[in-house]
């Protein structure tokens, strides 16, 4: 069965940084594109990046543009997320999604997610 | 951007009756919406993929319509299982994929 688990969640101040992790588990890694969506407390759902199955094409919400950094490892079945000079407005959990195809279609599974708190 | 609109924000249901959630694209998204359920403290579940194909798993009371900009997400008679927040998106037009801000189906 496909399994999702994310790690690297933790309390932060605001301009540092963080490297998010995603293991995937139960399907060919290799061959779908995966997003990173994450939610604030009490909000609703924003995404925030996609890779496509192979690393070659990687997009990203504007409100995080520059900042963060997608990034795979297909030898590891590891999803990434560089996310560089945080802010408040980043405190979010932070999920990963198995897309449905490897260029970009709908979240077809999804991990339990792991939170950021951006605070001084 | 495309712009994603559900409504109501709210909606009070009892349990045993249907349940019609609204989603609207601000342009035409055609077949290439999803339909999600969110339970407090979980990840969202897949529920609908191109407008009305159930996903995996997905009870048959759950049914989904549309195309274009008008969406639609029925579900035939409650479950108490199925009070939660559904939110919608669309991967017609990317980046970005952008999301409904969420019904909130609530027990009557």
């Known amino acids: 069965q496909v399994q999702l688990v994310e790690s690297g969640g933790g309390v932060v101040q605001p301009g540092r940084s963080l490297r998010l992790s995603c293991a995937a588990s139960g399907f060919t890694f290799s061959t779908y594109a995966m997003h990173w969506v994450r939610q604030a407390p009490g909000k609703g759902l924003e995404w925030v990046a996609i890779?496509?199955?192979?690393?070659?094409?990687?997009y990203y919400a504007d409100s995080v543009k520059g900042r963060f950094t997608i990034s795979r490892d297909n030898s590891k079945n590891t999803l990434y997320l560089q996310v560089n000079s945080l802010r408040p407005e980043d405190t979010a959990v932070y999920y990963c999604a198995k897309d449905s195809d490897g260029r970009g279609y709908y979240g077809d599974y999804w991990g339990r997610g792991t939170l950021v708190t951006v605070s001084s | 951007e495309i712009v994603m609109t559900q409504s109501p924000a709210t909606l009070s249901v009892s349990p045993g009756e249907r349940a019609t959630l609204s989603c609207r694209a601000s342009?035409?998204?055609?077949?290439?919406l999803a339909w999600y359920q969110q339970k407090p403290g979980q990840a969202p579940r897949l529920l609908i993929y191109d407008a009305s194909t159930r996903a995996t798993g997905i009870p048959a009371r759950f049914s989904g319509s549309g195309s274009g900009t008008e969406f639609t997400l029925t579900i035939s008679s409650l479950q108490s299982e199925d009070f939660a927040v559904y939110y919608c998106q669309q991967y017609d037009n990317w980046p970005p994929w952008t999301f409904g801000q969420g019904t909130k189906l609530e027990i009557k």
């Open positions: 342009q035409s998204v055609s077949s290439n």
């Open positions: 890779i496509w199955y192979d690393g070659s094409n990687k």
